[in-house]
């Protein structure tokens, strides 16, 4: 039963508040794209907080090197961080090593904190049923310009899983942003409205907008199993 | 003609994005108290960011102190930060020097960035029509915890006055905090819901709560006029 949800608008400092279960939520494109690469058979998504280490860590652990700089996948990549084109045959039991310019960060920061999630519109329902087992749950804006900047898009995944879990916990707390998400009328059509998802339209990257605005594609949560210095792994739960 | 709005959640840190017209908000108390101050008769407003130097500036001034640490007056404070509890009988002709937790700081640090406001729910109409004179504008919100922490009472009034210039200014540029400002219905009743609201209930200070979400009791507003190191002189204008 939640007692309390609150919701970081972007990733807290040095401080994060206590949870007993953390979502972290990238909709446009972190958090999205590692549950469709793990429903898509991928073993495990290793979060990396820096290219260099991302790429450190796939060439020791033999893994595909996927993700983006300027949202556009750096040289030698094998895979972006598009979830809309994701290739089921190249991934099946495959780890994946991803480095994003923010989802992955936060990742990597939550992991020190408690139980964590990578959470997204495609897996909501999934990951608001994991949330709730929690009595303390966080939710944490990934954020844009390094988690320095609001960004709409993870703010309204962040609602929708307000909506979700506050309406199966009545009297549930919530502090002002998670209030705020509570009031906010059907928050995943914001997600196009993002000024990131302009960005990615003028990459020819607005499939992904499209994939990432839709709820509930999958079950599958993936969940940090273990953590390193800079660096998460995750592997697929089911709530 | 307004071109371009931008919401600041809680008070930029070290680089201020630039402005044509800034609106300071904090809704629970700070600048519906100095817009009231104004209203009552009151010749100044000075704003300062540390108890100590409020209490420098009155007596250096002979002017009225007034604010608040905690919520209420620190001893020998001639006033609290109560816009309900505000005497024009006292005030008219003379100057007020304000301390509070937030929204003084905030108004201190938005002064050296370009022409300020104080914006509150009870002057929003007439600050909209103020800030509608830029072609850049700059809503920024106090916050809770010294501007550290989100605070959804100026998040609704900041909301407020994003729909105030959008509807007069179609096709204003938003960025993503000022468009989910521009999504959230009636966001003014939010000012009760917010967590300081609780807070100042149980100081016995709900009064405030409802001078704070009325809308347009006054067409004053206060406007910085000279500022310095931790000070900020605001005098009444109108649009």
Known sequence: MVSEIRLALVPPGRTWPRAGAVAVVDTLRATTTIAMLLAAGARAVIAADAERRARQLAAARRALLA????????????????????????????EVVLFTTNGTKALCAAAAVGPTIAAAAVNAAAAAAWLAR????????????????????DFATAAHLVQLLASANPGVRLDDAARLGLELPSPLRLVREAAHAADLTLLGLAADIETASRPDLTDVVPQVTAAGAGWARLEPTRA
Do not use: H, K, M
């Open 67 to 94: 993700g983006e700089v300027g949202g556009l996948p750096p040289p030698g990549f094998d895979l972006g961080n598009s979830p809309a084109a994701i290739n089921p045959q190249a991934l099946y039991g495959r």
């Open 134 to 153: 929690a009595e303390r749950v966080l939710i944490v804006c990934s954020g844009e310009a390094g988690g320095t900047a609001f960004a709409l898009e």
